[in-house]
T-cell receptor, first 110, second 113 residues
Framework: KNQVEQSPQSLIILEGKNCTLQ??????????LRWYKQDTGRGPVSLTI?????NTKSNGRYTATLDADTKQSSLHITASQLSDSASYIC?????????FGAGTRLTVKP | EAQVTQNPRYLITVTGKKLTVTCSQN?????MSWYRQDPGLGLRQIYY???????DKGDVPEGYKVSRKEKRNFPLILESPSPNQTSLYFC????????????FGDGTRLSIL
C-alpha cells in the first residue's frame, strides 16, 4: 500500500476558479512534506516545502497546508490559469527516505 | 543555467541490448538519484548516490546499475533490458542537506520491445 495517497486522481476546472488537492500520508517519522508541479514532458519542480512545525505556506497563487496530527496536507490553487494544467505530486520525507504520491492531474479549461 | 541533463530523451530498443542513460548536473550537488515513473504508481527510486563513489539501492534496483565516478555525472545502466523496464525515467540532484529540493531532469522515455 502506497504510504502517500493523493486525491482526486484527476480534476478539470474552468480558468479563474479555485481548487484544492489533497494528500494523506502514513510515512513515519515525519521529516518534511513537499509539493511538486510536473508539466507534461518535463521533470517535477518544487512548489513548497513544509516541516513539522509549519501549517501553512504560500508560493504565489499556491497555498499548502499541513496537519501533522491527522497526517494530511492540501494544496490550494487560487484563480487558476491555463498554465496550472499539470500533475501535482506530494512527497513526504522521513529521515533518508522519500515517498511519492501518484499525483493529481489538473486540467484548467478556458 | 542550473540544470540536470538526461540523454537520450527517447529510446526504443530490444530486449537484452545493453543501454546507458546519462545524467549530468552543473550545480555541484552531492546527492543524485534515479527514478522511474509508471502510471498510477508515482515516482519510485531506483538508485541514489550521496557523493562520489557512494551509491545505494532504492526501492526498485533490480535490473539496473549505476556509477558515480565524478560529482556531476550519474549514469543509469541497463545491462540486459526487459520489457518490464519500459518506463519514464528521471534523474535528480540536490545539495547534501536533506531539506533542499531536488532538481529533476526532463525525463527519458524508454521502450523495450
Amino acid at each position: 500500500k502506497n504510504q502517500v495517497e493523493q486525491s482526486p486522481q484527476s480534476l478539470i476546472i474552468l480558468e479563474g476558479k479555485n481548487c484544492t488537492l489533497q494528500c494523506n500520508y502514513t510515512v513515519s517519522p515525519f521529516s518534511n512534506l513537499r509539493w511538486y508541479k510536473q508539466d507534461t514532458g518535463r521533470g517535477p519542480v518544487s512548489l513548497t516545502i513544509m516541516t513539522f512545525s509549519e501549517n501553512t505556506k504560500s508560493n504565489g497563487r499556491y497555498t499548502a497546508t499541513l496537519d501533522a496530527d491527522t497526517k494530511q496536507s492540501s494544496l490550494h490553487i487560487t484563480a487558476s490559469q491555463l498554465s496550472d494544467s499539470a500533475s501535482y505530486i506530494c512527497v513526504v520525507s522521513a529521515n533518508n527516505d522519500m515517498r511519492f504520491g501518484a499525483g493529481t492531474r489538473l486540467t484548467v479549461k478556458p | 543555467e542550473a540544470q540536470v541533463t538526461q540523454n537520450p530523451r527517447y529510446l526504443i530498443t530490444v530486449t537484452g541490448k545493453k543501454l546507458t542513460v546519462t545524467c549530468s548536473q552543473n550545480m555541484n550537488h552531492e546527492y543524485m538519484s534515479w527514478y522511474r515513473q509508471d502510471p498510477g504508481l508515482g515516482l519510485r527510486q531506483i538508485y541514489y548516490s550521496m557523493n562520489v563513489e557512494v551509491t545505494d539501492k532504492g526501492d526498485v534496483p533490480e535490473g539496473y546499475k549505476v556509477s558515480r565516478k565524478e560529482k556531476r555525472n550519474f549514469p543509469l545502466i541497463l545491462e540486459s533490458p526487459s520489457p518490464n523496464q519500459t518506463s519514464l525515467y528521471f534523474c535528480a540532484s540536490r545539495p547534501g542537506r536533506r531539506n533542499q529540493p531536488q532538481h529533476f531532469g526532463d525525463g527519458t522515455r524508454l521502450s523495450i520491445l
